[in-house]
């Protein structure tokens, strides 16, 4: 099992030669789903391009399952913050999916039973069946998540990254979409979700990896999310539930001075 993991290694990635990330290396193994946590322009979402080969790197070595990864990789699936993405596309449900099969052995072949096979089961675990034959512009937000996903699945690909799922969701697709991620999760896929609402991170993700710019600290949840880390990686004291009592707040009385 030990292969079965995804290792970054002193990745730099710079826009305009300024660094967005620093010399960032991390682990992260099948069958996890971890929250890349940081303020804005912390490098999460260009972490995440960085993974899918949508933005160079200045240095630093990627692998998955013991293979370097250079560029994009059918691998990998990205699901872009939702207002990326173009909705007027014409695309049913359906089609969205066999664009899955597509990305994964190209265009110009005929598609098989083990293709259609794929795309329904992709499908039904997404809960899409009643939706196939959609517009994709006709769906809700939380069904065009799904619908994404559904694309990834189909193309086999075993981490998932999403930047900022959650954002923009109601409460009933918000816990939709948590239920969808560990299933993923106990499929043995990797899940890297960046992710803003600390407050539902301990009941969505099993691991984190806090990010300003620079890695502050990886590992498992109970571990490595403390309040010491997220103040850390905020600069400042973000925490207001139990141990973190109030009884800190003299010490900001200078501030003015």
Not at 22 to 44: D, E, I, M, T, Y
Not at 61 to 72: D, E, L, Q, R, T
Not at 76 to 90: K, M, N, T, V
Request: some cysteine; proline content about 4%; hydrophobic content about 40%.
């Amino acid at each position: 099992m030990s292969n079965h993991q995804l290792t970054v290694s002193d990745l730099t990635v710079a826009y305009n030669r300024v660094p967005a990330l620093h010399h960032l290396s991390f682990q992260a193994r099948c069958g996890q789903c971890v929250a890349l946590l940081g303020p804005n322009g912390a490098g999460k979402s260009t972490l995440i391009k960085a993974l899918c080969g949508l933005v160079p790197r200045e240095t630093g070595a990627i692998s998955f399952h013991g293979h370097a990864v250079n560029g994009p990789n059918r691998e990998f699936a990205y699901l872009p913050q939702r207002e990326q993405i173009d909705w007027d596309f014409p695309a049913t449900v359906r089609g969205l999916v066999e664009m899955g099969r597509y990305q994964r052995a190209g265009w110009w072949r005929w598609f098989s039973k083990e293709d259609e096979k794929a795309v329904a089961e992709a499908i039904h675990l997404m809960q899409l069946e009643d939706l196939v034959d959609r517009q994709i512009s006709a769906l809700s937000g939380g069904q065009q998540q799904r619908a994404f996903l559904a694309r990834a699945l189909a193309q086999q690909a075993h981490v998932f990254l999403l930047d900022e799922p959650f954002t923009g969701l109601d409460k009933p697709n918000q816990d939709n979409l948590k239920q969808l991620l560990r299933t993923l999760r106990d499929q043995g896929k990797l899940l890297l979700v960046s992710h803003h609402d600390l407050g539902s991170v301990r009941e969505i993700f099993d691991s984190v990896l806090l990010l300003n710019g620079e890695l502050i600290a990886s590992g498992p949840v109970e571990e490595t999310f403390t309040e010491e880390n997220t103040q850390k990686t905020y600069g400042m004291k973000v925490f207001s539930g139990p141990g973190a009592g109030h009884h800190h707040h003299h010490h900001h009385d200078h501030a003015h001075s």
